[in-house]
């Protein structure tokens, strides 16, 4: 609904900040397109929703986002729940002295244990503990259950619509 209270399909009957903050612009710069605010203010509004609950959902269990990366890459990894420290770059965009620093963290914690690479003797496995597997399926579920909460207003068919169109927006980065 625009602030003028005129309604459009699919949208709330309610107007949202991001409203108020499009029809500020549209007022002030009426030269400008600012139709894309529509949409990508409430994509960051979100993440910032997204944000606080994953860090509420990770710190009921004494973990941060980093070690909730990782252990999570090790466990989508399946039985043996390992990988070498290269795949844990890839998987999460860190530098290699970052993992480094992390991977020591974790194995302090008692969450991962490193063990020699069957293909390369220099090489180094990182394994899930099971106390880190334990650990990273209870926040799994945490987040699972937050994440539904965020999404609890859309039935799935418009989760599903949704996800598809994000995944048309995002398609142009992850290439």
């Known amino acids: 609904m625009d602030l003028?209270?005129?309604?459009?399909?699919?949208?709330?009957?309610?107007?949202?900040?991001?409203?108020?903050?499009?029809?500020?612009w549209r007022r002030e710069r009426p030269d400008l397109d600012v139709g894309p605010l529509e949409v990508l203010s409430r994509v960051t509004r979100l993440a910032r929703h997204l944000d606080r609950a994953r860090r509420s959902a990770?710190?009921?269990?004494?973990?941060?986002?980093w070690e909730f990366d990782v252990l999570s890459a090790l466990r989508r990894a399946g039985v043996p729940y390992e990988l070498s420290p290269g795949a844990l770059l890839?998987?999460?965009?860190?530098?290699?002295g970052t993992m480094t620093n992390r991977i020591d963290r974790l194995e302090d914690h008692g969450l991962v244990s490193r063990h020699p690479s069957p293909g390369d003797r220099r090489g180094v496995i990182v394994r899930l503990t099971t106390a880190g597997l334990t650990k990273v399926d209870a926040a799994m579920a945490d987040l699972v259950a937050e994440e539904h909460t965020i999404l609890g207003a859309l039935g799935a068919d418009d989760r599903d619509e949704l996800a598809g169109l994000l995944r048309t927006v995002l398609g142009q980065f992850d290439a």
Not at 4 to 24: F, K, L, M, N, Q
Not at 90 to 96: A, D, K
Request: glycine content about 6%; overall charge negative.
């Open 90 to 96: 890839t998987q999460t965009l860190v530098t290699s």
């Open 4 to 24: 003028d209270g005129t309604a459009h399909a699919g949208t709330a009957a309610t107007p949202d900040e991001v409203d108020r903050i499009v029809a500020a």
């Open 58 to 65: 990770f710190a009921r269990h004494d973990l941060e986002t």
